[in-house]
């Protein structure tokens, strides 16, 4: 089973990708983490990408889609694997189908509102990365890391009105992935308005129902 998991930050795409992965036993494949592993371990491309990000250009396409080309030939991707973050464009998507066909597109979706909750919410202890949400899961106390004490942040990314920007970002970009994967017969809409664990069960229950 291919999979691709397309939606908005915020969407829960990657805390659903990791529990399916665990499930089937196919590997969770995100883009940042493939940036970030080529970057750490000093390969060609690793060397590109800090180039050009330090420049603080965009990755070009090109270089996308041979870090994915590349992961795709490892042994534990043979029997399928989940997509996250890729592709975010309608040049990605073509080249990805000559080298690796999807089975399965899956759409998570949600309001707007809903996303702005979720996102401005969260709140990171600096020092670790500890995640805590100031509704869903609150520190024990007010604006504290439980383990060290330590002063929790907002992330620049996480503020309401850097939200609204990335969403308007990634509906421009997204709206034609949807529809090129529509017409292909491969769109599965979600509804992810709803906690995880249902999310959960929905996505298995389509994979395991797409699979037989």
């Known amino acids: 089973m291919n ?3 397309l939606g908005p930050p915020g969407a829960g795409k ?3 990708a990791v529990k399916i992965s665990d499930f089937f036993q196919i590997p969770h494949i995100s883009t940042g983490d493939l940036f970030r592993g080529h970057i750490k371990n000093q390969t060609e491309l ?4 800090k180039s050009i990000m330090d420049q603080g250009e965009l990755v070009p396409d090109e270089i996308t889609i041979e870090m994915v080309r590349q992961r795709l030939r490892e042994p534990d991707s043979t029997k399928g694997y989940i997509l996250d973050g890729f592709p975010r464009t309608i040049h990605q998507a073509e080249a990805l ?4 066909r999807p089975t399965a597109v899956i759409d998570f979706e949600l309001r707007d509102e809903t996303i702005i909750r979720r996102l401005s919410g969260r709140r990171i202890a600096p020092s670790s990365g500890r995640v805590y949400h100031i509704d869903f899961n609150p520190p024990k106390v007010e604006g504290r890391c439980d383990v060290t004490g330590e002063e929790l942040i907002q ?3 996480d503020r309401p009105e850097a939200i609204q920007h990335r969403l308007k970002v990634y509906k421009k970009r997204t709206a034609p992935l949807i529809d090129f994967y529509r017409k ?4 599965f809409p979600l509804n992810v308005e709803k906690p995880p664990s249902e999310v959960f069960e ?3 229950k389509l994979v395991q129902n797409h699979s037989s």
Do not use: A, N, W
Request: aromatic residues 8%; without cysteine.
């Open 3 to 5: 999979l691709i998991f």
């Open 14 to 16: 990657g805390t659903t």
């Open 46 to 49: 690793g060397r590109q990408v």
């Open 97 to 100: 189908e000559s080298f690796s």
């Open 155 to 157: 992330r620049p990314d």
């Open 184 to 187: 292909k017969e491969l769109l």
């Open 202 to 204: 929905e996505v298995k």
